[in-house]
């Protein structure tokens, strides 16, 4: 799947900004410094938009092509915003098998977004996975740490209705 990169724009703070150049100094020199500065500028904002991939490669002395080349590599790091509820729905056999893609259509169809987007207010996002591990409740959709599973298109609705 490839990655998208998000629309909406960059709202990074101050102290943001602060911890990430402390990020940078602190690894400033060593061999292979991009990963880790990303794992931890991913903690820092939730997610790497250019502006941070930008700071990092300006930081670190490297060009921007190599970090963004390692940020779009690794399925750990995501190019877009992650909403104060993201709502994963699992693509594994199982979920697949029972009906998991009726599940998404449902989800983009009610938010307006498509996988590894975010909604405008920054309310949800949505990701597809590839397994939760709960095969057993198959087809399964999470809202941050609360997992759903056995569902119907039409249990979809009622769900984010609990989350607005």
């Known amino acids: 799947m490839q990655k998208r990169i998000t629309n909406l724009p960059f709202r990074g703070t101050p102290e943001q900004e602060e911890k990430l150049r402390a990020i940078i100094a602190e690894h400033k020199g060593q061999q292979g410094a991009v990963m ?3 794992q931890k500028a991913q903690e820092v904002y939730g ?13 670190l002395g490297v060009s921007l092509e190599e970090v963004f080349g390692v940020s779009t590599f690794y399925s750990q790091f995501s190019l877009t915003p992650k909403g104060q509820y993201n ?12 009906g998991a893609a009726a ?11 498509q996988p590894e987007e975010c909604t405008e207010d920054g ?5 597809a996975c590839r ?7 198959a087809p399964v959709l999470t809202v941050n740490e609360d997992v759903y599973g056995r ?3 039409e ?5 984010l209705a609990k989350y607005q």
Do not use: H, R, W
Request: glycine residues 10%.
């Open 155 to 159: 249990e979809v609705p009622g769900i």
């Open 103 to 113: 599940l998404m259509d449902k989800v983009t169809e009610i938010l307006g977004i």
């Open 87 to 98: 709502i994963s729905i699992c693509l594994g056999t199982a979920c697949y098998v029972k």
């Open 36 to 38: 880790p500065v990303l």
């Open 151 to 153: 569902l119907t298109p």
């Open 123 to 127: 309310k949800f996002s949505l990701t």
């Open 131 to 137: 397994c939760v591990g709960a095969c057993g409740l």
């Open 47 to 59: 997610y790497l938009p250019m502006e941070v991939q930008a700071m990092v490669a300006e930081g």
